[in-house]
């Protein structure tokens, strides 16, 4: 079997590669630097004039020659490589007859445990999402800021008390409100400093939060590793990171206590696998990012299901709309179509679980024209300022 083509079908905010055989059978995979789809996009072409000609089963030596053949990766890079190791996988799922899974070593659980998407530009909107999805049967709520998703536009400011003590009030309500038969996921969207996010964190612990996600830009592993030692709250971090390399220097500092592998933006199923492995060798939790496509989720439970060290996935809303709400575009109609139109199925969710499907590699397609359906928008570049005009982070 040989690869014959290679296509990028951008989709609204989501870039997809689908990769052609000599033997008919296709696969698809997604970039996750979704913030940078056109250079992930243009990566994905060099790389197609190596493939094309090469047996799509030698999975982990493509994976070596693409990740090993620039001096310099980042997100554009990770991104490509990791569309077309997902697209590789489940190509040779449909050659064997076998789920993604299997490739894997085999299932070690039947079903995934998913957190769903909060969210809310007041409160009254935030605890009205969070008692929906506790109604829709979620065991777990995500994405939940202590600060609101107020727009990028609205330029900020509180004073260090008022910060504090809004967040913590708002938390502790939704915990009264939903109880202890819901877990926590708090978000914090980078907007702390560490004297911040461990004096936040300190207050939180009454709560039980799952995990704290992200108090700190990433940059520094040395600060992230600062706050984590510094509070007795689980600390989810990595998303932002591509290599297994970069995941190990966040363990060896002790820098967190899941890792938030993004398999889209990582190296696709050979690059988490050997996050993976570095997580269960330290006795930590794997918790993968996914804030994308019904593609992305099909590639997240097919690694969760095989994997021992899962803890639970990040889980967005399959009927939101395809325009992610901060960046909504004003062409006709868009707002009529929702994520899960762009797929041929979606998998089967109960009682806050998805059920591990069994049908040969990741067990979903594109439909036919959703490029045409949800046109590709580049990303808008809205970054907030506090009100003295300073750039924020969030």
């Known amino acids: 079997m040989k690869i014959t083509d290679i296509k990028l079908i951008p989709v609204n905010k989501f870039l997809f590669v689908k990769v052609y055989t000599d033997e008919g059978i296709t696969g698809i995979g997604e970039s996750g630097d979704w913030g940078f789809l056109e250079s992930s996009g243009e990566v994905i072409k060099s790389f197609r004039e190596y493939l094309i000609g090469q047996d799509p089963l030698r999975i982990e030596h493509h994976w070596q020659y693409m990740y090993r053949c620039f001096h310099f990766r980042g997100a554009a ?200 492995a570095i997580a269960e060798a330290n006795h930590l939790g794997i918790i993968p990012h996914n804030p994308l496509s019904p593609v992305a989720t099909a590639a997240c439970i097919q690694l969760d299901a095989a994997v021992p060290c899962f803890t639970i996935q990040e889980y967005p809303d399959p009927n939101g709309p395809a325009a992610h709400a901060r960046f909504v575009f004003e062409k006709t109609g868009k707002s009529e179509f929702h994520v899960c139109d762009i797929v041929d199925r979606m998998p089967e969710c109960k009682d806050g679980f998805l059920i591990v499907p069994d049908a040969p590699g990741l067990g979903i397609e594109l439909l036919d024209g959703v490029e045409e359906k949800f046109p590709f928008e580049r990303r808008k570049v809205v970054t907030r300022l506090t009100t003295d005009g300073a750039v924020m982070d969030q």
């Open 77 to 276: 890079v990770m991104g490509a490589l990791s569309a077309i190791d997902i697209a590789l996988y489940d190509i040779a799922g449909k050659y064997y007859g076998v789920p993604v899974y299997q490739l894997l070593g085999g299932k070690v659980r039947d079903k995934v445990r998913v957190y769903s998407h909060v969210s809310g530009g007041s409160f009254e909107e935030l605890m009205e999402s969070c008692l929906a999805e506790k109604e829709k049967g979620f065991t777990a709520i995500g994405h939940l800021s202590p600060f609101l998703d107020e727009p990028r536009s609205t330029r900020y400011f509180e004073t260090y008390a008022r910060k504090m003590s809004n967040g913590v009030e708002r938390l502790s309500r939704i915990r009264e409100a939903v109880g202890l038969d819901v877990d926590l996921c708090i978000e914090n969207h980078r907007r702390l400093n560490p004297a911040e996010a461990i004096a936040l964190a300190s207050q939180l612990e009454p709560l039980f939060p799952m995990f704290y996600e992200d108090p700190l830009i990433p940059d520094n592993f040395d600060s992230m590793a600062w706050v984590a030692q510094k509070i007795r709250i689980p600390l989810a971090t990595g998303e932002r990171i591509h290599t297994p390399q970069e995941y190990q220097m966040l363990v060896k500092r002790q820098a967190l206590d899941y890792l938030r592998v993004s398999i889209c933006v990582c190296g696709g199923f050979t690059g988490a696998k050997k996050i993976a």
